[in-house]
């Protein structure tokens, strides 16, 4: 079957850097992609891998290794502002199709 | 103005209704989704299409139908609506590449 995982809740301080891990089992791949999105709001695009690697774009990078089936999106100089839901998803089946994770609420704290 | 638009915003139904929920976009994309979010679960694929003459069922499209009017339109049906369809549904649009584009979403209740 096809699945991605990836924690449900994350806590951080302002100011903090917080990883957010993905793992996916799927019938293809063809790249992880991550979104983000705010409380009422729709997904928005943040980043992309096809290939294994730290992809960097200002405070946020994200990393991918595809032998382990792995990923993670790492958030530094977290703001109050980063606190929302972050959605890890990967292309699948010839690349025409996109599967989701559950998504991880990201809450910061002062 | 809003790249990728949808109607209505809200909708409150009841069992058994026929609804259309529409999404228009002016990306000049050819790709274009339909998706339904409910808590917990993430964005499941109801449908996708390519272009005007294809159109191909995603994870949970029982109970859907979708229509695909024009490179810009892309309708999403729920034929005879049941509460259990009650989610946030969005539409989004992608180039060959890997970014979706997502509407603001059409929160529908079915009574």
């Known amino acids: 079957g096809q699945s991605l995982e990836q924690p449900s809740e994350v806590t951080a301080v302002e100011g903090a850097i917080v990883q957010i891990n993905c793992t996916y089992q799927t019938s293809g791949f063809y790249g992880l992609s991550w979104y983000q999105q705010h409380d009422g709001g729709a997904p928005t695009f943040l980043s992309y891998?096809?290939?294994?690697g730290l992809e960097e774009t200002g405070r946020f990078s994200s990393f991918l290794s595809r032998s382990d089936s792995y990923g993670y999106l790492l958030l530094q100089e977290l703001q109050m502002k980063d606190s929302a839901s972050y959605f890890c998803a990967v292309r699948d089946e010839g690349g025409f199709k996109t599967i989701f994770g559950a998504g991880t609420r990201l809450f910061v704290k002062a | 103005d809003a790249d990728v638009t949808q109607t209505p915003r809200n909708r409150i139904t009841k069992t058994g209704k026929r609804i259309m929920l529409e999404c228009s976009q002016t990306k000049g994309h050819d790709r274009m989704y339909w998706y339904r979010q409910d808590p917990g679960l993430g964005l499941r694929l109801i449908y996708y299409?390519?272009?005007?003459?294809?159109?191909n069922k995603g994870e949970i499209s029982d109970g859907y139908s979708v229509s695909r009017q024009a490179q810009a339109k892309f309708s999403l049906s729920l034929e005879s609506a049941i509460p259990n369809q009650t989610a946030l549904y969005f539409c989004a649009t992608s180039d060959e590449y890997n970014e979706q584009f997502f509407g603001p979403g059409t929160r529908l209740t079915v009574l």
């Open positions: 299409s390519f272009d005007v003459k294809d159109i």
């Open positions: 891998n096809g290939l294994d």
